[in-house]
């Protein structure tokens, strides 16, 4: 209170005394003749006159009513007299109303010596209220059960009453001066003080403090208490100390102990709710388990499930049971978990505590000293240590889960630990029941899961193996579409990526694509390969870039090559460098192999026919499965199938290979070019996707300059096909080369057609159209068998396709055939091709006429050659499915150095006319060598025209190959060679021309007939 005092002075406060601050004590001192002569400010307070007001006025005016100033005169002299009073008196407020003061009155001396009186009043309301308020307080403090207690600023004790005394077994004397950690050492006095130091500084009371120990009052046992803090002020606001209300609530403290307990427990259980069985997994809801146990209910705890349940094996025998530890857990790093490996199986003893429980589905306990153990590895000395030397109850609980006995929970505590509790024993029981209910459904699971996984697995190989058929029957359609090698090569690499492989490579044995009948692979070393065809799924082409290209050779690599001779895959499931190197031709490919993330590889050789021909590398680079056996017996079916079809395609090559040569030395080797027509010709076989034809072309030179245009076509492909066309060009050679008329010449290949056609087994028929063209007249004979017919451009610019009698193909037989004739003007052009040129599958033949005809059109001012090749670019495009020949001639002016003609109408001097007009035209062309000659024969045939083919009417020389010489007559019979006897005098001219001229014939026209004969041309003068 010292150091409180002395703040309140420091400060500058007013000073009254501190016995009066709670009620106004009013002071006023009277002369002896009644007026005031000081007046306090309390007075002030009471009544409402200020000392101005009061100083020097009669008291008994001022403040007595009229009805009491005569007794308020009356006392005041006798209090003059010496006599003091006290008492209570009504006194007017100077607002009107009267107040009741208590007065205490004292006759004083002032320091002249005239008497003075004090007077001394206070309000009677405020003190009657200050009284019963510390009526009240005392009270409380004497009358209250609870303690109450009042500390000064330093926390020591002021007052306190006698409910508090007894609490803390010290008397109220024994408190007063004294703090509470002085008092009571043996609760937390400490954390007490400290509260109430708080609520000094800052104001704020404090409820429901508690604090819990043992006291002098009961030393034995524990107690708790709630306390009140609030802080003491007086009306200025000066902090006096700490008051504070005390309870006894140990019962309340103990039932909240035990209830936080029991909240404890229940959120225990709660967290095992939700950490036990958190997975369907055995094992994870297990471990869940023994962690839920340790440490809040034991210390060591084993969670043990029947081994058949584990296994899933309901077959097992049951007269032994078999447990497996899944879980183990311990609070003490040192306890020997080494000896109990988790996953352990044990046999039971049938009498022992663990059969008991598991038998009879209750728990059991033993003590931790009798319990046998499980295993041997585990010695008494070991236990007895980790038990602290003092055996403890081990608990055996069964899981019990729908009825089945699913294994089983042991656990304890260590020794230094108290017992277990019945609150215990129940959290134990129940997580031991909600984990073999988790246990159950997780081994229900696992079950389940096994049973799903097997079901998938079997639909995952029927789904494989669907997929597998699914790719063998695209590969049946798939591969082999071409009679081609390089294509087929190509659609086993389309068909396989990426569905079972990301990497292959097709190569063949040189020999196979050098055409050997026979390949062999060599019986040692590595064998030369040729690339056919390679496909990657990465888009990077990586390894692409590090293989053979395609069409490169290379020797193989040692497992390749392997592989080849003995004909059997190898199969290099995992990858490493060291395979790699057996693998690769070359070592700089093994990097890049390693760097696509190749890991599995398959080598499989192709094998048709018995003959190993090549092989084929599948390999995987992003699809993580390595190959599998069965991914190797769906190769070898893949390959197997390519190996076919390659090897139809090597036979085809050379079968086709075989026609197309048998056809191209049956085709005109060489045309030339007789005087006054311009030939060009073109031929292209097949595709090398189909077989070779029977088309063909042939320009068979005649006599007098006269040429035959021939094309045809035989039905079918191959050996055959182009046999028979070689027959039927030999055969329309020969028969045009007779001087026939081309409808006699069809009709003879008509029958050729159908002899051969009886020949082959099988009917085959051709189509032919045949055009004679003389150039000196432009006069041509035409005839068609079921052929295109021709195409004539005219110099005027139009064309248009010859209108010829259709016929019918060869072979058929019966049907007649008609021969056009018709006039090729100068510069006119004349197209024959067979209907390769201008039927597709996308085209008909009209179609395809109608663009030959309109590109002839806009090609008519060009060469012959540039014209030929315009029609193959238009009308040519993509695979040839059909041979395609074709001839074009046109027409040139001939020169006078080419022919000569003398007519020979009415001349009477015929014979020596033509004499010395061949001198003439000879000596002019350079053949003065053959005048003699030629004089000789032409006289021959003019005499021989004049004596049986009456009068001859023309003479015609004419130089190409050799020279010709024509006489023209109006007989139509042929002359004919007779045998001249001795005696004759004619009759020999025939047989000198027979004997003389190179070559001699005749031919028959509107007008009769020509005889011609040729002599060749000496080798300096010969074109």
């Not at 006290?86 to 109303?97: A, D, K």
């Not at 005390?246 to 709660?270: C, F, K, N, P, W």
């Not at 034991?298 to 899944?326: C, H, I, K, M, Q």
């Not at 070898?636 to 197309?660: F, K, M, P, Q, S």
Request: hydrophobic residues 40%.
């Amino acid at each position: 209170m010292g150091e409180v005092q002395q703040d309140r002075q420091g400060s500058g406060a007013a000073s009254r005394p501190e016995g009066l601050l709670m009620v106004p004590i009013a002071t006023a001192l009277i002369q002896h003749n009644g007026r005031i002569l000081h007046w306090s400010g309390d007075a002030e307070a009471l009544l409402g006159y200020t000392a101005e007001q009061a100083v020097g006025a009669p008291a008994a005016q001022l403040l007595a009513g009229p009805e009491h100033r005569a007794e308020v005169l009356e006392l005041f002299e006798r209090i003059l007299a010496g006599n003091p009073w006290s008492g209570v008196f009504p006194v007017r407020h100077r607002e009107g109303h009267y107040v009741n003061l208590e007065f205490r009155t004292h006759p004083v001396t002032g320091p002249d010596g005239l008497p003075l009186v004090l007077a001394v009043a206070s309000d009677v309301t405020a003190l009657r209220r200050i009284q019963a308020d510390l009526a009240v307080l005392d009270g409380f403090f004497t009358q209250a059960p609870v303690g109450m207690a009042v500390y000064d600023d330093q926390l020591r004790f002021v007052r306190l009453n006698e409910a508090l005394a007894r609490i803390n077994g010290v008397s109220v004397a024994g408190h007063l001066g004294h703090r509470l950690t002085e008092l009571l050492p043996g609760i937390n006095a400490a954390e007490i003080e400290q509260v109430m130091r708080d609520v000094l500084a800052t104001g704020q009371p404090v409820l429901d403090a508690r604090s819990h120990g043992r006291t002098p009052g009961d030393p034995g046992q524990d107690h708790a208490w709630s306390a009140s803090y609030f802080r003491l002020e007086d009306p200025p606001g000066h902090v006096l100390g700490v008051s504070s209300t005390i309870v006894d609530v140990t019962g309340r403290y103990q039932a909240e102990s035990r209830a936080a307990r029991a909240q404890e427990r229940l959120a225990l259980l709660v967290d095992a709710t939700a950490s036990i069985g958190t997975t369907l997994d055995l094992r994870r809801t297990a471990r869940e388990l023994a962690d839920a146990m340790v440490p809040r209910v034991a210390d060591l705890s084993g969670v043990f499930a029947l081994e058949r349940l584990v296994t899933g094996d309901d077959e097992e025998d049951t007269s032994v049971t078999r447990v497996r530890r899944l879980a183990l857990a311990s609070t003490d790093p040192s306890y020997p978990t080494g000896s109990l490996p988790v996953d352990e199986v044990y046999d039971i003893d049938p009498d022992s505590p663990y059969a008991r429980a598991m038998s009879s589905g209750r728990t059991v306990v033993v003590p931790s000293w009798d319990l046998p153990p499980l295993t041997d590895d585990m010695r008494a000395e070991s236990l007895k240590a980790y038990w602290g030397g003092r055996s403890r109850s081990v608990r055996i609980t069964p899981l019990l889960a729908r009825g089945s006995v699913l294994g089983m929970v042991v656990y304890s505590r260590r020794g230094e630990r108290e017992s277990f509790a019945a609150a215990d024993i129940t959290l134990g029981d129940e997580l031991a029941s909600r984990a073999a209910v988790a246990i159950d459904n997780a081994r229900l699971y696992t079950r389940e899961r096994e049973a799903a996984e097997d079901r998938r697995r079997a639909l995952d190989e029927v789904q494989t193996a669907t997929q597998r058929l699914a790719l063998l029957n695209e590969a049946s359609s798939r591969i082999g579409t071409t009679l081609d090698l390089h294509r087929t090569a190509e659609e086993l690499v389309e068909v396989v990526i990426p569905r079972f492989a990301d990497f292959v490579t097709v190569d063949l044995l040189d020999s196979v694509l050098q055409g050997d009948e026979v390949p062999v692979v060599p019986a040692s070393g590595s064998a030369t390969m040729r690339a056919v065809a390679v496909g990657e799924l990465s888009e990077d082409g990586r390894l692409t870039g590090a293989a053979d290209p395609v069409g490169g050779t290379s020797q193989s690599a040692k497992l390749y090559a392997q592989s080849l001779r003995s004909g059997r895959s190898i199969l290099v499931a995992e990858v490493d460098r060291e395979a790699l190197v057996r693998i690769v031709a070359s070592p700089d490919r093994v990097q890049p192999a390693l760097d696509s993330g190749m890991h599995s590889y398959l080598m499989v050789p192709l094998v048709a026919r018995g003959r190993v021909l090549g092989g084929a590398e599948f390999m995987r680079l992003g699809n993580p499965e390595p190959f599998t056996a069965a991914d190797v017996a769906l190769a070898e079916e893949l390959a197997a199938r390519a190996a076919v079809c390659i090897d139809n395609a090597r036979l085809y090559r050379r079968e086709r290979d075989t026609a197309l040569t048998l056809q191209r030395s049956l085709l005109p080797q060489k045309v030339h070019n007789p005087p006054g027509l311009e030939i060009a010709h073109r031929y292209l076989p097949a595709s090398a996707l189909s077989e070779v034809g029977g088309d063909w072309f042939d320009v068979v030179p005649l006599s007098c300059g006269r040429v035959a245009l021939v094309v045809g076509d035989v039905t079918g492909h191959g050996l055959r096909a182009a046999a028979m066309m070689g027959q039927l060009r030999t055969v329309a050679r020969t028969l045009i080369t007779l001087d026939m008329d081309p409808a006699r010449v069809m009709r003879r290949l008509d029958e050729a057609a159908a002899f051969a056609g009886e020949g082959a087994g099988e009917g085959q028929y051709a189509t032919c159209v045949c055009v004679v063209l003389d150039p000196v007249d432009r006069a041509c004979t035409a005839a068609c068998a079921g052929h295109v017919p021709p195409v004539v451009s005219l110099p005027d610019g139009s064309v248009q396709v010859l209108d010829l009698p259709p016929g019918a193909p060869l072979g058929v037989g019966g049907v007649p055939f008609e021969s056009v004739e018709f006039t090729l003007p100068m510069g006119g052009l004349l197209v024959l091709c067979t209907d390769g040129l201008i039927e597709r599958r996308d085209r008909d033949l009209d179609e395809g006429l109608e663009l030959l005809r309109r590109t002839v059109a806009e090609e008519s001012d060009t060469s012959l050659e540039r014209t030929c090749d315009a029609v193959l670019a238009t009308l040519v495009t993509g695979t040839r499915e059909d041979d395609i020949a074709v001839i074009m001639a046109r027409t040139r002016p001939i020169g006078p150095d080419r022919i000569a003609t003398l007519s020979l109408t009415g001349d009477r001097a015929m014979v020596g006319h033509a004499r010395r007009f061949t001198r003439r035209t000879l000596t002019a062309w350079g053949l003065a060598g053959l005048i003699d000659q030629t004089e000789l024969l032409t006289s021959e045939l003019i005499t021989n025209a004049l004596v049986h083919a009456g009068a001859p009417t023309q003479l015609r020389l004419f130089r190409n190959q050799v020279l010709t010489v024509e006489v023209a007559d109006v007989d139509s019979r042929a002359p004919r060679l007779r045998r001249a006897l001795e005696d004759d005098e004619g009759g020999r001219g025939m047989h000198l021309v027979n004997e003389l001229a190179h070559r001699w014939g005749s031919r028959a026209t509107r007008l009769g007939k020509v005889v011609w004969f040729e002599l060749e041309l000496p080798l300096s003068t010969a074109s």
